[in-house]
């Protein structure tokens, strides 16, 4: 294996290798960031030049696209709340708060060397997993993937407020996630659901249009209304420095870590989708707040909301390219694509990639990190220049602002009906804000739902009721249970130690 | 007298200039677009894609011919677009679902195309449908599985894909085993369930398959009627019925087959250019290069000419209502 | 529109209501369905109308709300209420008139309009550089995003109906 992992390093630092990777990150570095360029179909269109490539050749050119344009797609939603490629909206829930606080600087640099960081612990999960993929993947039947699906909806506790209050505005968001969820056809008896005559929403609500409106059009609507800059305060007098940002990440670490590796293993299971893995960190960075205070601070500006769903955007790359390279089965739409990829330079993905082709694999893996490494390594000196973007006066950015919005819902699919749901969802979105209603319970709820519903029918039809006593979902089922409870627990602990400080005040 | 002649000599040559450059212009400095009823990722976008590449090349004029994916409704959203609202001027083509003549056969709501109306450049390629079980169990032979214990669990995403459909009627008709595990969020999330041993059989289109054929994690039991020599030895399931309304039935489903992934331009679209597309497309059949990508990618090239798609369109919209109403009962339109 | 802590907000419970509703709706809507297609929707309609029974109870009532009870975005406004409501609707004016612009004559030349349109009239910028913002629009989305790449970009059903 060591042999493999070596000789893929050389062949990936073949002069004519490392060009095409090159080539694929400066044309992945615009594809993130231009709206209306989505990363799938900007990959759909490079993949017919690949005909003819060397495998290891190709692969460092679609590769190295693909694994930057998570990295870039990151920046407009720190920069100005519009989720850009790869769904990364909850980037901008602490993200752009803080780059509204006027640490766009810090913000970038955060998310950065945490989105490096992800990848690195992706390509090594790859390079690492595979001799224990084939087993690992397998054993996830449809009975786990939907503890899975609770699992990640159990985390709406964690994303809602505290009290009372709180907590039933967020289990009213999640609930109607989880009911839009099931709008389109469903996959049991093939009854249109709520689909009230329109084509439109025979497949469902989709995701992004519904996302970047629910996010993006509040903020536009506030700045249109504030009228000043992105950047409302600024600490000091100056933006706050990017090596800020690099320095948060490493106090953090293990929190990056292990946001990452939460993001490896939903990238793994195919079947989740890739939005999961960032709400999900999200959640989990949320759960990682020891007092109340530091848990009121998610939502405004804390770089720990940061950290996690960067991290997890592009650990899951890596991750989910293991099924596609072990199975042939594509972890994801832009992994779809580059099965394509497979075919046209005549490898067969499965098992043979494990091991005949075990170096072509082990080039991918490092593939990652380059591309990555060399990705941070540009935007690094670009930072404080696009951190200054928040600085200029809104009435100069709200233009551009919206064609990045509407331009980027339009061509995702090529539709109208997504421009209406992304101005549907806006509506929502506004009156959830006006309200104190957390969205993020809303979007898990919407990503959840049906793969919850399918894995469901699935089990029941395949298993009857026997797979509620097999030893993974136990496991599962446990952890979800942990998951609902730890919020409760903090809450509790907290109030019996503010119980024991009141008491000693009177004492005294 | 002779400076007429000059004079004439000069008009011929520049008329004869003109339509030459007439002659260049329909396509020269122009995009062409294929419109795709399909995400991008998947087997029709692929072969719009390597189509766009070598298509150009045949056309005069050497336009760009890009893609774009318009998906929904299983392709009707991109069908009722390039029908209704597409500036018909011969620039936009579409490549949708072959069985999309099955929504309008069985009055799919929202669907706004006479597919007897488009004026159909040809197909590149045919199309088989497979039934497959996992290598590793006993079956080999499609009738064995009558008496299948336990049940041979089925995978599909949901009613109106072949996945579901397909197993459906042979069931039906063939009195097989088979329990349909309905929900599936993909086609591969279904072939990942196979690797599991969560689930036994699958059906698709071959093209979608072979990869796993090849591999040996599934056996192919039954096809529809084809000439595909990789599948020479699989039984077809047309064969495998006595009575005439099921075998009507099931042939009624492989027709579309023989128009593999179409490609049409609306009614509107100038005859001249179509006649040039249908040129281009005949051309394009006999181009080793493009035989030799789409064949990489698991396509088995195949032309069939605009005219004969028609016809087949027409004979699927022909048949006579007694199938029809069987054919509802098992076949739904979807993804 | 903001709601004080601690205090009872009448748009919020009306808000409320209206999802209350709204799932009541979803409920029935799926009564004629097979339990297979039923069940989840109505589970899920079933808790919004309970959540946000609970939600409007709490909203008329004013109370349970707690520091940390918002963990979201905040519109937080140092302008009086009318400036924000009406600058509210001009905004939903802008975007709007957008739009519907958009759908007749096509994204491309709405875009370029309202860049002009909008610096010149609400940024209040000179015209040298709201023509030379719009002109630079039009340079990108033509030039690059249509010529170039070929971005499907809709042109406008004015366009549809008058070239027929």
Redesign the interface.
Known sequence: MVEALLEGLVRVLEPNVLTYMLLGVFLGFWVGILPGLGGTVTLALMLPFVYGMEPVQAFAFLLGMHSVVATTGDLTSILFGIPGEGISAALVLDGHAMAKKGEAGRALGANLMSSLIGALVGAAALAAAIPVVRPLVLTFGAPELFLLAVMGIAFIASLSGRGARGLARGVAAGALGLLVSSVGQDPQAGILRYTFGQLYLWGGIDLVPAVVGLFAIPEILDLMVRRTSIATTMPAGRLTGVWDGVKDCFRHLGLTLRCSLIGTFIGIMPGLGGGVAQWVSYGHAVQSARTAEERARFGQGDVRGLLGPSAANNSKEGGALIPTVAFGVPGSSAMAVLLGGFFLTGLVPGPDMLSRHLPVTYSMVWTLVLANVVTVALCFPLLPYLARLTTIRATRLVPFLMLLVFLGAYTANNSWGDVLAAVAFGALGYAMVSFGWPRAPLVLGLVLGDIAERYLWISVARYGWDWLGRPAVVVLMALTVAVLVVPLLQEWRERRSGAVLREAAHAE | MRFSARVLLAALVCVAVALGAFAQAPFAGKTVTVLVGNPPGGGYDRLARVLARHLGRHLPGSPTVVVQNMPGAAGIVAANHLYNVARPDGLTLGLFNQNMVFGQLLGVEGLRVDMRRWQWIGSLTRETDVFAVRAELPYRHILDLRRADPPVAVGATAPGSGSYDFPLVLKAFLRLNLRIVSGYPGRSDIMLAIERKELDGVAGSWSSMTSFAQRGLVRVLVKTPSDNPDLGSVPSDVDLVAEPTAKAVLQLHAVPNRIGRPLVAPPGAPAELVRLYREAFRRLAEDAAFRQEAERLGFEVVYTPGEACLRIVEEVLASPPAVVRVFKSFFRFGE | ???ERGER?I??AL??AL?LAL?LW?FA??AP??I??AL??RA??G??VV??A??CV??LSG?????????????E?D?PPEV?RR??L???A??GG??VA??LVG?LPA?VV??LA??RW????SWTFSLG?AAV?WVALEGF?VRL???????GVLG?WL??
């Open positions: 529109m903001r709601s907000s748009p919020e808000f409320s999802l799932g979803a809507l799926a369905w097979p297979k297609a989840y929707p899920m309609a808790a919004v959540a946000c609970a939600c709490l909203a109370r349970g709300e707690k520091p940390g009870s918002r963990v979201d975005l905040s519109f406004h302008l924000v600058r509210t001009e905004a939903c802008w975007v957008f739009l958009g759908w994204l875009m309202l860049v909008y610096l609400a940024g209040g910028e913002a629009t995003m790449l070929h971005l499907p970009i809709p042109t549809v070239g027929r």
